[in-house]
């Protein structure tokens, strides 16, 4: 059953909504995604004085604001930030994304002015159990997967933290019998450390290189993503893939009850496996058949992991092994993650547009044994492409770009490591690269052929042609559907 021990609940009670009253706060980044206009409508209706600054325009933000016109005592600093505003205030409340090496939180911190994250004011604020997910990959998937599995036995789930939702202006949402499942991404866990949070139950998908370009360093990266478990009591519980190296050389510093996923049978521990097609549960006391492989309606090896983390999950807080299994079997698509948006003239197009790393791109080219046209590229991260530029060219029939640096790159690397010079070519030699998702979308149609699957799988960051990822695979969506 889930419960809040003793220590946690006495933590917890030290931040309630009732602190913000008559508070001067600084909001560090509106934002066009709607994070921090959840922030700003949240700490106005608790009585704090809100000054909201961004560097953006009013003009770049007119969305945001327009969201927020009906809320007074909000002061906007926009297109700068002031000095006074990081020191003169009761709390800063930055960005997720926004690192603590920037010049205006080290003012902030400097003179003894607490800055938090909408996540880090969350777990203080919440007073219900949370199921905490992260993962360099895969955490979004296993926390729908998780919320899916709750909502269907019958419980009451709030999903927070996907897919840029807000966060703290949907507290109202957590009602008695809530349980909170929550995505939490390396930057939201970075703020955990200074008030040792963790969550009750804490899922860890993988781990492995990524935002390079804002860690410099995968210690630095993983350390972040530590806060996961490394708060935790002994009480709670720590899930994880034991596929993974590093993460099992990590549980050492784990103070909760653990259990483990993996793909072959280990011999003690509680947790699940895979065995000869079928997924077992060792509950500690039995080790039972749970389902075969074959029934996970989700395609690729990686969302049998998904689904073994999520039904470790669910049987932590109490769901039955039936429950879980008949769940698992009604799991519906999950959107921008190798989500089939249509079948066209026997071409299948899948939307992977979440595959924002190498690694991810991989696993997204190997969930297919069909010929794939692949829609890769975009923005460079600074991460090894080596391995994924192999697998296209053992796994993949034709490519198209979309314009970007990291573009160019996987074009550079291609040249080198492909056999063929005909390979992934026009008829005039040179690599097929869009200006757009539209004009990439009328580029696979002259290449693919009944029987093959076109893939957006990009293993680069979306950003110059895009907003974000998901821009870029509701525009897929968009394009396909208009065939």
Not at 36 to 62: C, N, P
Not at 317 to 328: A, E, N, P, T, Y
């Amino acid at each position: 059953m889930v419960s809040i021990d003793i220590d946690q609940e006495k933590r917890l009670t030290k931040m309630s909504p009732k602190w913000f009253d008559g508070k001067k706060i600084t909001v560090f980044g509106i934002g066009t995604l709607g994070g921090g206009v959840g922030t700003v409508r949240y700490l106005v209706e608790q009585g704090a004085h809100v000054i909201a600054t961004d560097l953006k325009s009013r003009e770049d933000l007119i969305e945001s604001l327009d969201k927020l016109k009906d809320l007074k005592n909000v002061t906007y600093v926009l297109g700068q930030h002031r000095r006074e505003d990081f020191i003169d205030v009761d709390m800063v409340i930055k960005t997720p994304s926004c690192p603590w090496t920037n010049e205006h939180i080290k003012l902030a911190l400097s003179k003894d002015v607490p800055v938090e994250t909408d996540a880090s004011l969350f777990f203080q604020l919440c007073k219900k159990p949370i199921i905490g997910i992260t993962g360099t990959k895969g955490k979004t998937t296993t926390s729908r997967i998780v919320y899916h599995l709750l909502k269907k036995s019958g419980k009451t789930p709030v999903l927070f933290g996907v897919e840029h939702l807000a966060v703290l202006d949907r507290l109202t949402y957590v009602k008695k019998n809530t349980i909170v499942v929550f995505e939490l991404s390396s930057w939201r866990l970075s703020s955990f450390a200074k008030n040792k949070l963790s969550p009750h139950i804490a899922v860890f998908t993988n781990i492995f290189p990524d935002h390079m370009d804002y860690y410099k360093s995968m210690e630095s990266y993983f350390a972040d993503k530590k806060n996961i478990f490394l708060h935790q009591r002994a009480r709670d519980y720590f899930i994880y893939n034991a596929d993974d190296a590093m993460l099992h050389e990590a549980v050492d510093e784990v103070p909760a009850h653990i259990r483990t996923a993996t793909s072959e049978r280990r011999n003690k521990g509680r947790g699940m496996f895979i065995e000869k097609g079928k997924i077992f549960l060792n509950d500690g006391i039995d080790t039972v058949p749970f389902m075969d492989v074959d029934e996970i309606p989700l395609r690729g090896r990686h969302n049998r992991m998904n689904v073994l983390l999520a039904a470790n999950a669910a049987h932590a807080v109490g769901l039955s092994v039936s429950d879980i299994r008949d769940g698992v079997a009604s799991l519906p698509q999950i959107p921008h993650r190798l989500e089939l948006v249509r079948e066209v003239g026997g071409i299948r197009y899948y939307n992977d547009t979440a595959a924002t790393n190498p690694d991810a791109a991989i696993v997204g080219i190997e969930a297919f044994d069909e010929p794939i046209i692949l829609i890769a590229g975009g923005a460079s991260k600074n991460l090894s492409i080596e391995e994924m530029m192999e697998c296209v060219v053992r796994g993949v029939k034709d490519i198209v770009f979309i314009k970007g640096e990291g573009s160019e790159r996987m074009m550079s690397r291609l040249t080198k490591v492909k056999k063929d010079k005909k390979q992934f070519v026009d008829s005039e030699g040179a690599y097929r690269v869009a200006e757009s998702m539209q004009e990439a979308i009328e580029m696979t149609r002259g290449i693919a052929s009944a029987g093959d699957v076109v893939l957006l799988s990009p293993g680069t960051s979306s950003f110059g042609v895009f907003k974000n990822e998901f821009d870029r695979g509701n525009q897929f969506r968009k394009y396909v559907e208009e065939i």
